[in-house]
């Protein structure tokens, strides 16, 4: 009888399942693969950034010497000199335009009906030859053909453009600017038009002629204003007329300096590429086309002495037109037809003496201005970062100004901080604590949603929604009190600075309700348990907690909105100038243009290599750097109002 054999053993299913098998790759097991991996990834990342780094400052790090040799030529060629005057010199156009629109406004008050009558007149007189084309085009070929058509022919076309004159003037719809008599008078006169009438119909004329005559009353009436106003612009003629000839003989003077540093500059490239040729053939091509890149040199001192020889009659100019500042802001009426009308001669009023003080300062600098002085490397770092123009593509001299591009930016982000953070805190703290979970399956989604629209689909909304839509709101008689309304321009700050609210909802929600949910839980059971209510534990005990989180939050919003490109490109208006902050409140609703903006509108048009691709690169750097500062800021608040743990 065979004996039975005990089976083997077997370990339990529990030691088997937990039992580890090494693995290796490379001699490395799959924990530290794992960690290697995730290393890496962050390894790439900080590499990924350094490399950002280094491009932006090796396309922008040449830009301070670039500009700084520009400004010197500035300087040399006399540009320097004339912008002297003519800078200060722009604010006449200022106030001329600002005397004009008062002038206008006051001759309205009189001549305005008049002229919508005539204006009326005549527009509906060129709607019935639009109307009529055809018929006219026909019989005036008729009279122009050799030889004439028959006689009955000729009447035919005749009385076909007759009839739909006829019909056409009755289609018409004529404004009541017109008695009953006037418009019958009026339909008579177009059906009787003809491609042979050279005189106006005499309802026209009559119109026309009481048109001139109310203009003339009011011109009389308002005749100080109109005298001030003639004499005023015309007043920087003479000046402008010697400044002409002054700009003239330096851009010329520019022009042949740039062309000889380009052709130094080119030989030299050429000199240096024959030394290292080695072939023989090559080498004296190189050396024979450096040759040829030669220019005559530009005598500087000779071509600036010419225009510094006129400072004692741009000066005397200068003193004759502030003079006739002064005497056209004492002559300004105190009256005018309006109250707007009146508030600009005021503020002309006001501005002129201030304009003729600016002016004669000018001129008095133009004695300690030397062309030869050297420009030096901190003036062209102020240059940049406080200049007050962005001006490129110039005939005369491209200045790169930081200010402009800065300020609308800031003003941007402001709005966008200002409207996203009570609606991104207040949402995450109704979602963290208050809604139901009903409620937070359909809130969190719907606000996370909004990452996922497209930001150039956010610009096109602002462009033919909102912007029209804030510009209809801006006319409406009882808000008249607003500042800056009604708004003159759809595409502003106002209208971007609310996309960028709406971008960076999703960002500062979620960060806010991260830092409410690490709020530690035995804050919340310590409260209640003192006996607070759901509000006084929510608004003194977990927002409080969670304020370190809430502002990163803030802060990485403003870091989103800074860094948004397209909607600001699309809605703000892109005017480089700084926002006139003497508007007050209202000047939220002007047009500007931001850093990430100019970046995206200019660089594609410029050449590699130059001042303007330089100088984009180095309002990168700036960017770069002020992103950097604000995700250092949100990091520095965390650590600040970081409860310290025990």
Excluded at 394 to 423: E, K
Aim: hydrophobic share 45%; proline share 5%.
């Amino acid at each position: 009888m065979n004996s039975l054999q005990t089976p083997p053993s077997r370990p339990p299913l529990r030691s088997v399942l937990l039992r580890s098998r090494k693995h290796t790759i490379l001699g490395l097991d799959p924990q530290k693969l794992i960690k290697y991996f995730f290393g890496s990834n962050a390894s790439v990342a900080i590499i990924v950034l350094v490399l950002i780094m280094v491009f932006l400052m090796r396309e922008g790090i040449d830009f301070l010497p670039t500009y700084q040799r520009e400004l010197q030529t500035y300087r040399r060629a006399g540009l320097e000199f004339c912008d002297i005057i003519d800078q200060p010199l722009q604010r006449n156009q200022a106030l001329s335009s600002s005397l004009r629109q008062a002038l206008s406004a006051s001759l309205e008050t009189l001549s305005k009906t008049a002229r919508d009558r005539r204006d009326a007149a005549f527009l509906l007189k060129r709607q019935v030859e639009d109307k009529t084309a055809r018929p006219r085009e026909s019989l005036t070929q008729a009279l122009e053909k050799t030889p004439p058509p028959a006689a009955d022919q000729i009447e035919v076309l005749r009385r076909e453009l007759k009839e739909a004159s006829t019909a056409a003037a009755k289609s018409l719809a004529y404004p009541d600017l017109f008695t009953a008599a006037e418009r019958e008078q009026l339909k008579s006169e177009f059906a009787t038009l003809t491609p042979e009438s050279t005189d106006m119909p005499p309802l026209l004329q009559s119109l026309s002629t009481e048109f001139s005559t109310k203009d003339r009353e009011a011109r009389s009436k308002f005749a100080a204003l109109v005298t001030a106003q003639e004499e005023f612009e015309e007043s920087a003629e003479p000046l402008q007329e010697v400044l002409d000839e002054l700009k003239a003989k330096a851009l010329e003077t520019k022009e042949k300096a740039v062309e000889f540093e380009a052709l130094e500059n080119n030989r030299q490239r050429l000199l240096e590429a024959a030394a290292k040729e080695t072939d023989a053939d090559e080498k004296a091509s190189l050396t024979k086309e450096a040759e040829a890149s030669v220019a005559e040199p530009v005598n500087l001192a000779e071509s600036t002495k010419e225009i510094t020889d006129r400072t004692a009659e741009l000066r005397e100019q200068v003193e004759k037109y502030a003079a006739v500042v002064e005497k056209a802001a004492a002559a300004l009426p105190k009256e005018a037809g309006t109250e707007a009308a009146l508030r600009l001669i005021n503020e002309v009023r006001a501005d002129m003496p201030a304009h003729a003080r600016e002016m004669r300062a000018a001129a008095a600098r133009l004695e300690g201005w030397h062309w030869d002085k050297p420009v030096s490397i901190f003036s062209v770092i102020g240059a940049f970062f406080f200049g007050t123009q962005w001006l490129t593509n110039s005939s005369w001299q491209d200045f790169f100004g930081f200010v402009p591009l800065l300020s609308g930016s800031l003003v941007i982000a402001a709005i966008a901080i200002i409207i996203a953070t009570p609606v991104s805190v207040v949402a995450a703290i109704y979602t963290n604590q208050f809604a139901s979970d009903r409620e937070k399956e359909i809130i969190k989604p719907i606000i996370e949603f909004i990452q996922a629209i497209p930001s150039v689909v956010l610009g096109f909304i602002g462009i033919s929604l909102l912007g029209n839509l804030i510009k209809d709101v801006s006319e409406w008689s009882w808000l008249q009190w607003v500042p800056g309304f009604p708004i003159q321009e759809r595409l502003n700050m106002f209208n971007a600075g609310c996309l960028l609210a709406f971008m960076a909802v999703p960002t500062m929600f979620s960060l806010s309700e991260d830092a409410l949910n690490n709020v530690p839980r035995a804050y919340i059971d310590a409260s209640d348990a003192l006996g607070a209510t759901k509000l006084q534990t929510v608004f003194r005990v977990i927002v409080p907690a969670g304020i370190s989180g809430i502002l990163s939050a803030i802060l990485l919003g403003l870091g989103r909105v800074v860094g948004e490109t397209m909607v600001v490109l699309l809605v703000a208006g892109n005017r480089i100038a700084i926002p006139d902050f003497s508007a007050g409140p209202g000047v939220i609703f002007h047009p500007a243009h931001t850093l990430t903006g100019i970046i995206a509108q200019e660089l594609g048009e410029v050449s590699r290599g130059s001042s303007h691709w330089q100088a984009l690169f180095m309002v990168g750097i700036v960017l770069f750097a002020i992103s950097l500062l604000v995700n250092w800021c949100a990091r520095a608040v965390a650590r600040r109002f970081e409860p310290h743990k025990a």
